[in-house]
């Protein structure tokens, strides 16, 4: 079971925040984007498409994320293509939870003297 920084037994998955990272780090993505990103075979972040769509659904109620249509596209094709974007209070969560994921991953992959060095650092600022 993951927890809600998608840790499953010292392996980390992937989560909605992960979209929404990645959205941030765009400015903006398209369906397409995102897509090829976390759902194609080749992709490292594999998802399935409904999984995708649910974390995105997810965000949108969270108000970390917003969906637009894309009007330039639009007036072109007269097809209809969404527009994904982070909002602005979205960014300030979304740095809060970059920061735990990085925090996360380095006890992932640290090594004992790291763990160790770690602990005394902890220590220390328990102290001040």
Known sequence: MANRLGMVHGLTTH???DIA???NEKEKARW???QKEFVD?????HISRQTLSKFLKDLREDGIVTKTVDAKFLALTHIIRPIYKVTKNG???LQKIADRK???TFLE????????KLQE????????
Do not use: C, G, H, V
């Open 15 to 17: 989560d909605k925040y």
């Open 21 to 23: 990272l990645f959205i």
């Open 32 to 34: 397409s984007d995102l």
């Open 41 to 45: 075979k080749d992709s490292e972040r």
């Open 91 to 93: 960014k300030k969560r």
């Open 102 to 104: 990085e925090i996360y």
């Open 109 to 116: 992959t640290a090594t004992p003297a790291e763990i160790a």
């Open 121 to 128: 650092e902890i220590a220390q600022l328990k102290k001040n």
